[in-house]
Each structure stands twice: as C-alpha cells, then as structure tokens.
C-alpha cells in the first residue's frame, strides 16, 4: 500500500488566486510526477523530480511551478489562477524505475 | 513520441462475463507496462506492472500480458462483477521511468 497524500481533495477558487496544491510521501521515493487530467480525458506529466532540488517540465505545458525542497515534498504552485486551470491534478511518486504509486487527486474548479 | 491507444473506449458487458482490454503502444522500447484503475473523479490504483523482460502478470482474477515486439498488450478479467466498473488506464514506462498513458476504457458490468 503506497503512502502518498494530496491536499487539498477539491478547491473552488476565484480567478487570479495564488494557489499551491499539496503532496507529500512517506516511502522515501526520489521521484515524483505531477499529472494534469481533464475529465474524460489523458493523463498528462506536467513536472517531475528526480530528487531534491530536482525539478523539470513534462511533456504538457504548464503555467504551474513546482518545488523540492524535501524528499517527502512536491507542492505545486499556480500564481494565478484562471479557469482553464479547472482540472484534476494528480500526483506520484516511484522508487527508481519501478511502478508509480498515485496519490488521490486534487480537483481544481477556477470560477 | 510514444502514442498508447486503448481499444475499446468503452464497454459495457453483465455481470459474470470473462474480458479483454487491449492496450498498443508505438515504440516498443520500453522498461515496463503498468495496468490502472481509476475511479470517477479518484486517483489511480495500480493492479498490475509487467517488466519488459515479462510476458504476463496475475493478481487474482486480473491477469495482463505483454508482446514488447509487437507493441501490445491486453488485461483479462475473469468473472467481472460490478465492482469492476471503473475506467482502466494502460501506461508504458520509457527511458527515465516517464510514464505515457492511454485513453483509458471505460467498464461498466451490469448486475
């Protein structure tokens, strides 16, 4: 059972709010993984880290930073928000080249 | 680029019914194939990994196989039961443990 957290679950906010989406792990996994869902749509990597202070840009281009600061730790930040923001972001973390373990997701709603 | 397409897109089958999912994938260079799960607006469940080196993996009534050389792969599920409904995400794990992700089928097993 993988231990990796999301917060908030879901978020309403206006447009223009800074926001920063939570995730952390307990496994001690270098590398983590932002995904980008649209509903009924692809999973899309936005950023991913191999490690502190290890940050780079996925394949789907994103307004959204990222940080790692921590090993546990991989929050990302959107400065201002608008409403094509409104999506599902989901983050993983993986032990090397192995599978990827999810955590539950954070559904963004920008009004 | 990798591409990985899921057929079909949906499928809607009653309860008891043995099936397959297929997944094909366009560059057969890959480290692994993971199987998800995903449930409505949920994070992904993780239900099987196939290495490369594998041709198949079983965990209860799920079992996947894997031809690297011919870029598919396929999960059979035996004796579905309406707790099976949810969408199933096959993704190819390339060089740097990226994962690229189908479009998913979505199951629906009528009791």
């Known amino acids: 059972e993988a231990d990796i957290y999301q917060t908030p679950r879901y978020l309403v906010i206006g447009t223009g709010k800074k926001i920063t989406l939570e995730c952390s792990q307990t496994m001690g996994h270098d590398k983590m993984y932002w995904y980008q869902q649209d509903p009924g749509m692809e999973l899309h990597l936005i950023h991913y880290s191999y490690g502190v202070n290890s940050t780079e840009k996925g394949d789907l281009s994103s307004e959204s930073t990222v940080s790692r600061i921590r090993t546990e730790h991989f929050p990302l930040t959107l400065e201002s928000a608008r409403p094509s923001h409104t999506s599902q972001y989901l983050c993983?973390?993986?032990?090397?080249?192995?599978?990827?373990?999810f955590g539950p997701g954070t559904r963004l709603t920008v009004t | 680029k990798q591409e990985v397409t899921q057929i079909p897109a949906a499928l809607s089958v009653p309860e008891g019914e043995n099936l397959v999912l297929n997944c094909s994938f366009t560059?057969?260079?890959?480290?692994?194939l993971q199987w998800f799960r995903q449930d409505p607006g949920k994070g992904l469940t993780s239900l099987l990994l196939i290495q490369s080196s594998q041709r198949e993996q079983t965990s209860g009534r799920l079992n996947a196989s894997l031809d690297k050389s011919s870029g598919r792969s396929t999960l059979y599920i035996a004796a579905s039961q309406p707790g099976d409904s949810a969408t199933y995400l096959c993704?190819?794990?390339?060089?740097?443990?990226?994962?690229?992700f189908g479009g998913g089928t979505r199951l629906m097993v009528k009791p």
């Open positions: 560059d057969s260079a890959i480290y692994n």
């Open positions: 993704a190819v794990h390339n060089a740097g443990n990226m994962l690229t």
């Open positions: 993983a973390s993986s032990p090397q080249e192995y599978e990827q373990y």
